[in-house]
């Protein structure tokens, strides 16, 4: 019994094709899966380049438009707290820093209060606030004003960082 197989067919050596035999006595040829250069994508573009510039600026400038005007502009107010290490009053020494110990923990907590319910109403409530936004502080607004305040602090430092955002440049 005799097998009549084609004979291999070989790829020229710079080609970087892969040639497959099918079930027809055609050979298939494959393309490599390699992504594309930026050389060969210019290559495609060659002779096109006028299409090209044309649909970047039909996209382009009515995207880029539309996303200006769409965008709200928002405004940052920062502040700084900072907090001064009394030695004196740790009931224990100070260590080589000059700070007392426990003073991180401290930090944290101060810094966490500023998020606490009790705060935010206070300031929610302060004259300078009344006169932005007058009326009664409700349970709502102090959620929103928790959700776009950022409170930070660094380790090891003295300072607390808030920063709040709004719409409203004068707040």
Not at 162 to 167: F, H, L, P
Request: glycine residues 6%.
């Amino acid at each position: 019994m005799s097998h009549d197989l084609p004979a291999p067919l070989h790829a020229p050596h710079n080609s970087n094709a892969v040639v497959l035999l099918a079930d027809a006595d055609e050979p298939v040829e494959a393309q490599p899966s390699t992504p594309r250069s930026g050389r060969s994508i210019l290559a495609l573009l060659r002779g096109r380049y006028h299409w090209a510039v044309i649909l970047a600026l039909l996209f382009g400038v009515p995207a880029g438009i539309a996303g200006y005007f769409y965008v709200q502009p928002m405004y940052m107010s920062v502040g700084q707290i900072r907090i001064n290490p009394d030695p004196r009053a740790a009931f224990e020494g100070v260590g080589d820093s000059g700070v007392p110990p426990y003073f991180d923990s401290y930090m944290d907590v101060q810094a966490a209060r500023l998020y606490s319910e009790p705060v935010v109403s206070a300031a929610l409530q302060s004259e300078a606030w009344q006169r932005l936004r007058p009326g009664e502080v409700t349970d709502s607004d102090i959620r929103i004003f928790t959700r776009k305040m950022d409170v930070e602090r660094a380790r090891r430092g003295q300072t607390i960082d808030i920063a709040y955002e709004d719409k409203d440049p004068m707040v």
